[in-house]
């Protein structure tokens, strides 16, 4: 979502007309708030120079350097627009990101508040890969593991991943959750009929959440939240997971909010910006 121009404050100590371009520090300060004036919809110098607090010559000047190294392009009967540099700076930076570094600190804080088990996976194929997993603190024991997979369609972390594909995705995805290419299916649960598990799914792409009931493991339960990157695809997603006695439902009612907030924390570290905002470990 890109920044409203009223939320750019004014540079202070502008220059006057004439004076010799700012230099260090000030410069560069400058040069990222033309970036993010043109982010917010500005087209124009004069509509830069405003939101900055700078003289047009200042402006042009600044504008006319990050066009030089493509940060900014200048279209006639346009304007400013934010060059292709930053595509590709976008793209690098995405790809150094490391997903479990990043979600580390979320998990930790999730796996304090709630005291239960905490997952991170990913899909791969027909399953999910578990990428990261802290035990809670209840003394229970679950066979997820890192590296371990299941069946996208059985678990809560799955359904999360799940949330952003069509009906017809879902349909084929349920149909080879006995045949993905996860171990020891044999105990799973008994499956729920295509249209309970189409209904359950379309209330949870409604609320932005998924559960397991059950599903992938007797007496065992969670709360999944989907996270997503820059280009708002659902990359990941991360889960509590504890015991039936521990998870009625209303305790995984008053979880939903949490998760998601977390998620949408780890979201927020892969540049994506999906409509929960969660706040960040302390």
């Known amino acids: 979502m890109r920044k409203s121009p009223?939320?750019?404050?004014?540079?202070?100590?502008?220059?006057?007309?004439?004076?010799?371009?700012?230099?260090?520090?000030?410069?560069?300060?400058?040069?990222?708030?033309v970036l993010q004036a043109v982010a917010g919809g500005a087209r124009d110098l004069k509509d830069i120079a405003q939101l900055l607090g700078t003289t047009r010559s200042t402006t042009h000047r600044l504008a006319s350097c990050l066009a030089q190294e493509r940060y900014l392009r200048f279209t006639p009967g346009i304007g400013y627009v934010l060059g292709p540099k930053l595509i590709e700076l976008g793209f690098q930076a995405r790809e150094e990101v490391s997903l479990s570094v990043v979600?580390?600190?979320?998990?930790?804080?999730?796996?304090e508040q709630s005291?239960?088990?905490?997952?991170?996976?990913?899909?791969?194929?027909?399953?999910?890969?578990?990428?990261?997993?802290?035990?809670?603190?209840?003394?229970?024991?679950?066979?997820?593991?890192?590296?371990?997979?299941?069946?996208i369609a059985t678990t809560g972390v799955g359904k999360a991943l799940m949330?952003?594909?069509?009906?017809?995705?879902?349909?084929?995805?349920?149909?080879?959750r006995s045949s993905a290419t996860s171990i020891d299916t044999s105990r799973l649960l008994p499956k729920r009929s295509w249209s309970e598990f189409r209904d359950q799914m379309r209330a949870y792409a409604k609320g932005g959440y998924a559960f397991d009931l059950e599903d992938?493991?007797?007496?065992?339960?969670?709360?999944?939240?989907?996270?997503?990157?820059?280009?708002?695809?659902?990359?990941?997603?991360?889960?509590?997971?504890?015991?039936?006695?521990?998870?009625?439902?209303e305790r995984m009612q008053s979880l939903i909010a949490v998760v998601q907030g977390a998620a949408a924390g780890i979201s927020g570290e892969l540049g994506g910006n999906p409509e929960i905002i969660g706040s960040g470990p302390d």
């Open 103 to 111: 979600a580390r600190p979320y998990l930790e804080q999730l796996a």
């Open 6 to 33: 009223d939320l750019i404050a004014p540079i202070k100590n502008a220059d006057d007309e004439g004076a010799a371009m700012p230099t260090g520090t000030q410069t560069l300060t400058r040069g990222l708030a």
């Open 115 to 151: 005291g239960d088990t905490i997952h991170l996976a990913l899909q791969d194929n027909d399953d999910v890969l578990y990428l990261d997993k802290i035990p809670g603190k209840k003394g229970l024991e679950m066979r997820s593991r890192v590296g371990h997979r299941m069946p």
């Open 216 to 249: 992938n493991e007797p007496s065992i339960r969670c709360v999944a939240a989907p996270i997503y990157d820059a280009s708002h695809a659902i990359v990941a997603a991360i889960s509590v997971s504890s015991t039936l006695p521990y998870m009625p439902l």
């Open 163 to 176: 949330l952003g594909m069509s009906e017809s995705e879902w349909k084929s995805l349920y149909e080879k």
